[in-house]
């Protein structure tokens, strides 16, 4: 079973948000959904929760009730606590008492939140309230789970609290589709899609994406053209496209980094010589 | 008694045994530190670790309990402030500005003339700075921290939620500064952002538990490294064992942890592994740390 977008094209008045961009999101794995700020990853996630219309193509989605959906911004609503955001939302899937009890306990101890439950969700900590918005939006079991930037923000030591929740609920067999900035969480997911200007940069396995870049890249302290190189750590690394032997400097076997990097240096280059 | 007076022209800003108590709460326990002209001093730390609370005494905006902050050698003022540039983590824009207002208004803040666009802001000078991307949005604020030439920049989470090359470009900027002689206190969360840093500091429960460089604040702390080809297996195996279990890529990794009894543990799962010791990252120091912060809950941060 798998859901997601195909051919998904989004105009806001004279700007086109995505511009056939397709996805799919298959059942009992993650798959990410990379680029920068603009590039468009959350007209692309809102578009699966049916917040965005497409202007073209076509979402292939469960039943609206059984889509759970953490916004980028928000997730939880300050001003209540951690057990009113739960009997809020839990209301709005038509849970309560009992039932809801059953869903949300479980929820809560895992992420660590079971103990702060009166605690109003504006007082927790950056990465304590991603963790609430994820139990929200896992209350309706959700077959669909759309995640929003859910690390962005969150100290490391929240994102491997975070980083086990996903993957528990892919485990247990949601498709989950998230977005995220940090390359190295895209890595461990069995499948990313590189968002870039709306349109579709690269996609597949991270093992697939790594593989499709041309040329070489390579580790080096100066850089012969600085319009292809870029900053790693201590050190700089330049891309040569045509994988000519370069003078100098150590071939490296690239990261995903280096590709979306190199990735997005071509496309920048390209735009320039055809405006 | 004297070291005040001899407190070194290039130390930029300096917190001597500096700690801050809210209410019951000790914020920040006797931290000492320094930024001279030229070095990029990385600030580390978990949320709650005291980084903002630190920079926010750094910049004289809340006094401290006890110690003393210097900036440029004196206790911070106003004077003292207009020598630094500060971009902090909710970049401080005027939304219903354009690009060129928020940089006319930043600029007659500090009585400098009227700048010009930046280039590569250039298309957007009459855009409203609600309307950017907020990749475009911190290129602005670093322009307008940069507008006076101050002689120290405190970034907090300067490239958080920022693309790739995006963020690249950044440390670019940054580097290009302490080139030039500017002092730069960074907090990051990103760990190939602190290996770009000159020196790093971590803070932990209000302390300041290590400092130096990237080998230095990892200390002792080592880890194991676990190579399967069903990583979420093993993840939750070991996570079922009380584990402090990470990930690096496809990868799991321990820290702290004992190579022999993970191999047993995994063993027993049926989840068939590679495992060897590594060093620590600094993620994984940070990890150990909040763990023990955990388990022990310092009364003093009830």
């Not at chain 1, 809020?88 to 869903?103: D, E, I, K, N």
């Not at chain 2, 207002?101 to 930046?118: K, M």
């Not at chain 2, 993970?262 to 063993?267: D, H």
Request: aromatic share 4%.
């Amino acid at each position: 079973m798998s859901y997601g977008v195909s051919d998904a094209w989004v105009r806001f008045g004279s700007q086109a948000a995505l511009r056939g961009v397709s996805v799919d999101v298959p059942t009992g794995q993650v798959t990410a959904v990379v680029g920068g700020d603009g590039a468009g990853k959350t007209t692309l996630l809102r578009s699966l929760v049916g917040r965005v219309g497409l202007d073209q193509g076509s979402v292939a989605v469960p039943a609206r009730e059984r889509i759970g959906y953490l916004p980028a911004t928000a997730g939880s609503w300050l001003d209540m606590s951690v057990q009113e955001n739960i009997d809020f939302v839990g209301g709005a899937y038509g849970l309560a008492g009992q039932a809801l009890a059953q869903r949300s306990d479980p929820l809560l101890e895992r992420a660590d939140l079971a103990g702060v439950r009166d605690r109003l969700s504006g007082q927790l900590s950056g990465g304590m309230r991603r963790k609430l918005g994820f139990c929200l939006a896992m209350l309706p079991d959700p077959e669909l789970l759309v995640l929003d930037e859910p690390s962005t923000g969150v100290d490391p030591v929240s994102r491997v609290d975070l980083w086990r929740l996903i993957s528990e609920a892919a485990a247990n067999g949601s498709a989950v589709l998230m977005s995220t900035t940090y390359l190295d969480e895209a890595e461990r997911c069995a499948s990313l899609l590189v968002l870039h200007d709306g349109r579709t940069l690269l996609s597949g396995t991270p093992h697939e994406v790594v593989g499709s870049l041309p040329g070489t890249i390579v580790s080096t302290a100066t850089l012969s053209r600085p319009d292809f190189g870029w900053r790693h750590g201590r050190e700089l690394r330049e891309w040569f496209p045509e994988g000519r032997q370069p003078t100098g400097g150590v071939a490296i076997t690239p990261g995903l980094e280096d590709v979306v990097i190199a990735s997005s240096l071509k496309l920048a280059l390209d735009g320039e010589e055809q405006p | 008694m004297t070291r005040q007076s001899t407190a070194s022209p290039t130390l930029l800003t300096q917190s001597r045994a500096v700690s801050k108590r809210f209410g019951h709460f000790n914020a920040v326990v006797d931290v000492s530190m320094n930024v001279a002209g030229g070095e990029v001093v990385g600030l580390l730390g978990a949320n709650g670790a005291g980084k903002t609370t630190l920079i926010r005494i750094l910049l004289g905006l809340i006094g401290a309990s006890e110690g003393e902050a210097l900036l440029m050698g004196a206790p911070p003022s106003r004077e003292q402030r207009s020598s630094i540039g500060y971009v902090p983590q909710s970049l401080g824009l005027y939304d219903d500005l354009t690009v060129k207002e928020n940089l006319d208004f930043t600029a007659s803040a500090y009585s400098q003339a009227r700048p010009s666009v930046p280039a590569d802001l250039a298309d957007h000078a009459d855009t409203l700075v609600g309307d950017l991307a907020l990749g475009t949005q911190r290129r602005l604020a670093f322009a307008c921290a940069l507008l006076h030439r101050p002689a120290l920049l405190v970034l907090d989470e300067p490239t958080s939620g920022v693309d790739p090359l995006s963020r690249a470009r950044l440390w670019d900027t940054i580097h290009q500064q302490a080139d030039a002689g500017v002092g730069v206190l960074v907090t990051t969360h990103y760990m190939q952002e602190a290996q770009q840093c000159h020196r790093l500091l971590l803070m932990s429960g209000g302390r300041l538990v290590a400092q130096g460089s990237e080998h230095d604040v990892i200390g002792g702390t080592t880890a194991v490294e676990i190579s399967t080809d069903d990583w979420a297996a093993a993840f939750s195996v070991l996570e079922r064992a009380g584990e402090a279990v990470t990930l690096d890529g496809t990868d799991v990794r321990v820290a702290d942890g004992d190579a022999h009894r993970l191999q047993l543990v995994l063993e027993a799962a049926g989840v068939p592994a590679r495992i060897r010791s590594v060093p620590a990252t600094i993620e994984e120091r940070m990890t150990v740390l909040a763990r023990a912060e955990r388990v022990s809950s310092t009364p003093t941060r009830s």
